[in-house]
């Protein structure tokens, strides 16, 4: 771990206001730092003091940064500002007040940009027992090849059990990327954009991260609802919401640019 010799700001997000606000001893790093608003013109950074030094990707550190931004968004839209982001403290809070007035243009934008939008996040995860019973009454070539193996125990080859494996697993890719549109086709519509994430695990259908207008989003939670019931017993589903629009503006600020 970096020694820290010197003080400075660490930067969770960036807002539209003019106005001096704290939120709360919620600074990262466990010194109960205050979080509070730096202003320029009609933007502000939200900032705590904090030592100069790189945060670790630990778990606690990465809850702190969320809660914080997770706060403020309560009453503000937010532009997420990337992990780790620490201005020098000149005194007069200089460095800050540079990147405010640099990037003004840019952050105003933005802000009309995701103005009322929020993310939803929803994982759509196939459950085991019951997608694996389904492949076999409903992809007859596999249900064959499969009765003729056990049909002739003694005479089965490795060669046919990895030829069955190989089947089932590419009957699963089919199943995964059928319901895969299906979800996407009904939820994309409801969406200004979509960001499709990395599935892990063999199971997983849907990883998917949505920016929805306020307006939209009890249609979109109604949609949700009908997916759930309509493939309960066939699939899990994780949906998460209201978050920050950490999938669709991850702001990255070089300080000593500045």
């Avoid at 771990?1 to 606000?21: F, L, P, R, W």
């Avoid at 009453?75 to 992990?83: D, K, M, N, S, Y």
Wanted: one cysteine or more.
């Amino acid at each position: 771990m970096d020694i820290a010799t010197t003080e400075g700001k660490y930067i969770y997000c960036v807002i539209e206001s003019n106005q001096c606000q704290s939120f709360g001893p919620l600074g990262i790093g466990g010194r109960g730092d205050e979080l509070y608003t730096f202003c320029f013109g009609d933007i502000a950074a939200v900032v705590s003091n904090s030592p100069i030094k790189k945060y670790s990707v630990r778990r606690e550190n990465m809850l702190a940064h969320e809660k914080a931004i997770e706060e403020v968004m309560k009453e503000h839209t937010v532009l997420p500002v990337r992990f780790g982001t620490i201005a020098e403290d000149e005194g007069d809070e200089g460095k800050v007040r540079r990147i405010l007035e640099k990037e003004h243009d840019r952050f105003k934008a933005l802000l009309n940009k995701m103005r009322d939008k929020r993310e939803l996040n929803i994982k759509a995860i196939f459950r085991e027992d019951v997608i694996y019973k389904d492949i076999l009454e409903n992809y007859e070539d596999i249900r064959v090849l499969k009765e003729k193996v056990a049909a002739h125990e003694s005479e089965k080859t490795q060669f046919q059990l990895m030829q069955i494996g190989e089947m089932v697993e590419q009957a699963l890719e089919r199943e995964k990327a059928k319901h895969k549109d299906e979800i996407l086709g009904i939820l994309q519509p409801l969406a200004e954009d979509v960001k499709a994430n990395d599935t892990y695990g063999e199971l997983m259908i849907v990883n998917a991260a949505f920016l929805v207008h306020k307006e939209k989003e009890p249609e979109f939670d109604w949609e949700v609802e009908g997916l759930v019931d309509k493939y309960d017993e066939k699939m899990r589903f994780k949906y998460v919401g209201t978050l920050p629009p950490f999938n669709f503006v991850n702001l990255v600020i070089e300080t000593e640019k500045y």
